[in-house]
């Protein structure tokens, strides 16, 4: 699977304005009760947080604060979705099932909030760290995976979904 790794992404300015933004305590987060479709019909009961800032149209408040500093650094001809994800340290390490976020050809990046022992598993089997201020550019129509942490209290993730 091709993909594309860039450390140290964003200006360090840019990078902790969404750092704080994230970390915030007044910052909403919403409750999902299973990390991909595929588990809904698994017995597994690990769960996530997520936040939706854009799916076809912005869906919220602080929409503004991510593209500014950040997807105005991406080469973007239109967004499909961003969300931010929060995995929190369930004193399980378990990478959860294969997935796809669309099955139609598009690009992808997950953006790494804080660094920590949980990571993204492309199809091919290579895990890809999370590290905070890391990008990894990717092919999100091809199957790959998530794997939360256990050496910190969350692992933290902006997913974008473009063209």
Not at 44 to 52: D, E, I, K, P, T
Not at 111 to 121: A, H, K
Not at 150 to 155: A, G, L, N, Q, S
Request: charged share 25%.
């Amino acid at each position: 699977m091709e993909y594309k790794i860039i450390d140290n992404f964003l200006p360090k300015e840019n990078f902790l304005k969404i750092k704080e933004l994230l970390l915030g305590s007044a910052f909403p987060w919403f409750y999902f009760p299973n990390i991909s479709d595929v588990e809904k019909f698994s017995k597994g009961n690990l769960f996530y947080m997520s936040h939706l800032f854009y799916e076809l149209e912005p869906n919220s408040n602080f929409y503004n604060i991510i593209k500014n500093n950040l997807l105005n650094f991406m080469d973007i001809k239109s967004i499909i979705r961003v969300k931010a994800n929060l995995y929190p340290n369930q004193s399980i390490k378990k990478i959860n099932e294969m997935h796809v976020d669309y099955d139609f050809k598009h690009n992808g990046a997950i953006f790494s909030i804080n660094t920590n022992n949980g990571g993204t598993i492309l199809k091919d089997g290579i895990k890809i760290d999370s590290i905070e201020n890391r990008m990894l550019f990717f092919d999100p129509s091809l199957e790959h995976d998530s794997e939360n942490c256990t050496d910190e209290k969350t692992r933290i993730n902006i997913n974008i979904n473009y063209f």
